[in-house]
């Protein structure tokens, strides 16, 4: 399978504590996103990476989310001190990159449970 | 108000139906419009993506899209049990050089009966 693959997939924690999620994204892909859902709504964008350079970061990123993706390959996303309101799916997607448009496909998500 | 409303739902059809999801924006600089079916507790799965307004064909989905009217559409044909998911919509503008973060409706449950 040569789809983006997120570890874990589930993640249960108790506040406070810190976390730390991968993904890799499909071979040859150089832009990888990171996104949030909640129960009940569509993904929210985070962040995104051009291969390992972070170029955009939403304001929903707290200053606790920190994100890498170190030479362009994988990326961590990590949750410090975390609160029950992170509880969420975070999904990665990776993209090819240029063209007109920027196809995205998406990982299984790692779903994160804060007590 | 979001940029992009959708009808959560849940929607409940007979098998064999033809089934219209919809979606309506408000960001004129949308230009590249997906639609994605997410299963429960999976990640999102890319059904189609269109740039231009009119309709595009694949198999037993059409996607439809009305840059006029900010409107576009997901139509399932033949509609079986196995469409029973989650419909998202996701748009972004075209950046020449930069990401294209998509902006998600809240999606569309779809239930579809035997």
């Known amino acids: 399978d040569t789809g983006v693959s997120q570890d874990p997939r589930h993640k249960i924690t108790k506040r406070g504590q810190n976390v730390t999620f991968r993904c890799d994204p499909i071979?040859?892909?150089?832009?990888l996103y990171w996104y949030r859902q909640t129960l009940g709504q569509g993904p929210e964008f985070l962040t995104y990476f051009q291969n390992e350079a972070q170029l955009e970061k939403s304001r929903l990123l707290s200053d606790r989310f920190s994100a890498e993706r170190p030479k362009g390959s994988f990326s961590t996303l990590e949750i410090q001190r975390t609160e029950q309101g992170d509880s969420a799916m975070y999904l990665c997607?990776?993209?090819?990159?240029?063209?007109?448009?920027?196809?995205?496909?998406f990982g299984p998500g790692t779903r994160l449970t804060v007590l | 108000q979001k940029e992009v409303e959708q009808d959560p739902g849940p929607l409940s059809v007979p098998e064999g139906a033809i089934v219209s999801l919809n979606c309506t924006y408000s960001n004129s600089a949308f230009q590249y419009f997906m639609w994605y079916r997410q299963y429960s507790r999976k990640g999102p799965e890319l059904l189609m993506y269109?740039?231009?307004?009119g309709n595009k064909e694949d198999g037993r989905f059409t996607a439809q899209v009305d840059k006029s009217s900010k409107y576009i559409s997901l139509f399932i044909r033949d509609s079986q049990p196995s469409d029973s998911a989650t419909y998202l919509c996701?748009?972004?503008?075209?950046?020449?050089?930069?990401?294209?973060?998509?902006?998600f409706g809240t999606g569309t449950q779809l239930k579809v009966e035997l």
């Open positions: 269109t740039y231009s307004s």
């Open positions: 996701a748009m972004s503008p075209i950046l020449t050089g930069g990401g294209n973060k998509l902006t």
């Open positions: 997607a990776s993209s090819r990159g240029g063209g007109r448009g920027d196809t995205q496909y």
């Open positions: 071979s040859e892909h150089n832009r």
